[in-house]
T-cell receptor, first 110, second 111 residues
Framework: GIQVEQSPPDLILQEGANSTLRCNFS?????LQWFHQNPWGQLINLFY???GTKQNGRLSATTVATERYSLLYISSSQTTDSGVYFC????????????FGTGTRLTIIP | DAGVTQSPTHLIKTRGQQVTLRCSPK?????VSWYQQALGQGPQFIFQ???????QRGNFPDRFSGHQFPNYSSELNVNALLLGDSALYLC??????????FGPGTRLTVL
C-alpha cells in the first residue's frame, strides 16, 4: 500500500513565526487532504489538494504530484494553531480509504 | 447543518466484552468510513460502508464488524475486546466525488 511520511515529527515555535510541514508519499494519488487534530481529538479539514496550490487565510498548501510531496505553510502562528497536523492520501478520488502519515506535532509558545 | 456525530464520547470496557459505536453522517453524505487511532499514531482505516454494504476493508480482524442503516448511519462492533483495542475510533462521512469529514470520535478504554 501507499506509504506516507511526514516531517518534522515535532515543531516548537514562538507565536508569530512561520512554519513549513512536509508530506512525502510513495505512489501516485488522486486524493490528498491535510487535517489539524485539536487537543480533543477532532480532525478538522484544512485542504483537499491532490495537486496545485491553495490558500485559506494564514494557511496555504502546495502539492507537487509528479514528485510525490505536499507542503503545508502556516504563517504568523497563533497558539490556537497548536496540535497535530496530518497528511492523508488516497489512491482514488473521494471515497476510497485514506492512508495517514504519523503527523507533525506543532506547539506554539506565547 | 449538523456535522458528523458519534456516540458515545467515552467508553470503558473490560477484556472479552463486546462494544458498539455509532455514527451519524453529515447531511447529504451516503458513505461512512471508520478509522482507529492509537495513541501517538495516525488514524488507520478499518472499513467503509456504502449502500448498506461493506465496500472496502483495511487490515483488521473479523472481530471488527459494521453495519450501515437505510438512513446512512452506521455502527462499528468489536467483539472479544483486547487491551490493544484501546484507541480513539473515528467515523468519517462523504458523498461521491467529495472529501471525507470526520466526527469527534469515541475514546474506548479496555481494562
Amino acid at each position: 500500500g501507499i506509504q506516507v511520511e511526514q516531517s518534522p515529527p515535532d515543531l516548537i515555535l514562538q507565536e508569530g513565526a512561520n512554519s513549513t510541514l512536509r508530506c512525502n508519499f510513495s505512489d501516485s494519488v488522486n486524493n490528498l487532504q491535510w487535517f489539524h487534530q485539536n487537543p480533543w481529538g477532532q480532525l478538522i479539514n484544512l485542504f483537499y489538494i491532490p495537486s496545485g496550490t491553495k490558500q485559506n487565510g494564514r494557511l496555504s498548501a502546495t502539492t507537487v504530484a509528479t514528485e510525490r510531496y505536499s507542503l503545508l505553510y502556516i504563517s504568523s502562528s497563533q497558539t490556537t494553531d497548536s496540535g497535530v497536523y496530518f497528511c492523508a492520501v488516497g489512491a482514488n478520488f473521494g471515497n476510497e480509504k485514506l492512508t495517514f502519515g504519523t503527523g507533525t506535532r506543532l506547539t506554539i509558545i506565547p | 447543518d449538523a456535522g458528523v456525530t458519534q456516540s458515545p464520547t467515552h467508553l470503558i470496557k473490560t477484556r472479552g466484552q463486546q462494544v458498539t459505536l455509532r455514527c451519524s453522517p453529515k447531511s447529504g453524505h451516503d458513505t461512512v468510513s471508520w478509522y482507529q487511532q492509537a495513541l501517538g499514531q495516525g488514524p488507520q482505516f478499518i472499513f467503509q460502508y456504502y449502500e448498506e454494504e461493506e465496500r472496502q476493508r483495511g487490515n483488521f480482524p473479523d472481530r471488527f464488524s459494521g453495519h450501515q442503516f437505510p438512513n446512512y448511519s452506521s455502527e462499528l462492533n468489536v467483539n472479544a475486546l483486547l487491551l490493544g483495542d484501546s484507541a480513539l475510533y473515528l467515523c468519517a462521512s462523504s458523498s461521491p466525488g467529495n472529501t471525507q469529514y470526520f466526527g469527534p470520535g469515541t475514546r474506548l478504554t479496555v481494562l
